[in-house]
């Protein structure tokens, strides 16, 4: 994310009304909707993430317990039985 001072794109009537509620801050201003793209689009990491997901739960049912799985994938216990009982 890029920081842009709010004084070299803004109004100075609208900079002093930010300052009201602000100073010194930083504002997080989000994209429109219609401009807005998910994670999934900006990378290819949720798909590696399905594909370590799919693996997970075949190990699992081939019989290698949650806390060997845990302790494979560098992953919490809870994050193993998430992985496991959504699919």
Not at 15 to 40: D, P
Not at 53 to 79: D, F, H, P, Q, W
Request: net charge positive; charged share 30%; glycine share 2%.
């Amino acid at each position: 994310m890029k920081y842009i001072n709010a004084n070299t794109i803004l109004p100075d009537m609208l900079v002093e009304e930010l300052q009201k509620y602000v100073q010194a801050g930083h504002i997080y201003i989000s994209a429109k909707a219609e401009q807005h793209k998910s994670w999934s689009e900006l990378s290819r990491y949720q798909r590696e993430l399905e594909k370590r997901n799919e693996i997970i739960v075949e190990k699992y049912r081939k019989g290698i317990s949650i806390n060997e799985l845990a302790k494979e994938y560098y992953l919490s216990i809870y994050a193993i039985r998430k992985i496991i009982y959504q699919k």
